[in-house]
């Protein structure tokens, strides 16, 4: 009984602690650095963001954009650590020069959370993202059956200074290995559609056949078809990318721009569920692994097809 009482007690005081009354500013801010906004799939991480901090009163969110700017994003870091943030929670443009300014918060005692692209070494609290080498190798094993084992490949890959664009590159290279699948152009695209619609036009003046072309984004797939409809030869070639919004690639699949697209989770909701956890002082894994599904236009309408553990 006694006990009883003493539980629900410590519940309410837990409760009244971590939710502010009406008009009651939040207990704990939250800085939010984010490398660029110029990106949809960008985009939908700080509304995921936004959408999960909304049901929790007890916290704010000051989101920053880092304009594709590395030295700016190293500046958010600075800024939120000099504004006493409870928490940092950053999606860095590249791996090494985010790695010190990261480490110089998490060793000043404040929690961060790293978000999609990896810094170097191990100085942060947690990091939230997909498996990348994971995607790429499913993505060059669904391309060797799609292509029956041979084909001519053009890979447009992402920034080769970004984690994921580097596993996606060596995971899909491990997908195909053994087939006879080649890989007639290679390309770093940096991300962004204007340059892979750029350099697809290179491998189309280059290369008279061309059996299909991997995009390391969503954005990357779609800049190659265009220039390849432009050049009147998109019907002659398949295109598959990554990311998987369902306004970007899911609906690229639809229209048959796309063969298909792996899903590349953005992993706000689970961002602000980690960040809560560290705030109530909860240990937390130092590393989330998101699962990702790939969609095609036979399973679009079934939701996709998630990829096996
Ligand atoms: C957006 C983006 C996504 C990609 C991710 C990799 O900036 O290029 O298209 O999946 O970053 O970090």
Redesign the pocket.
Known sequence: MIQRAVLALATLALFLTATPLPGQAPRWTIGMSQ??L?????VQMNADIKKAAEGHPEISVIFKDAQNDNLRQVAHLEEFVRAGVNLIII?PKEAAPLTRPVADAYGKGIPVIVL??KVLGDRYTCFI?AD?KKIGRAAGRWIATLLGGKGKVVELK??MT????QDRHSGFREGIKGTQIEVVFEADMK??EPNARKEMESALARFPSIDLVYG?????AHGAYLAAKAAGRADAMAFVG??GLPQEGQMYVRQGILSACFE?PTGGREAIETALSILQGKTVPREITLPSRVYTRDNITKGGEWLPE
Not at 38 to 42: C, I, K, N, S, T
Not at 162 to 165: L, Q, R
Not at 216 to 220: G, I, L, M, R, T
């Open positions: 490398c660029n110029g990106e949809p799939w960008r999606s999609d692209r993202g990348n992402g920034l970004s984690i994921p664009g991300w962004l390391q984004n969503d954005p990357a990554i990311d590349y």
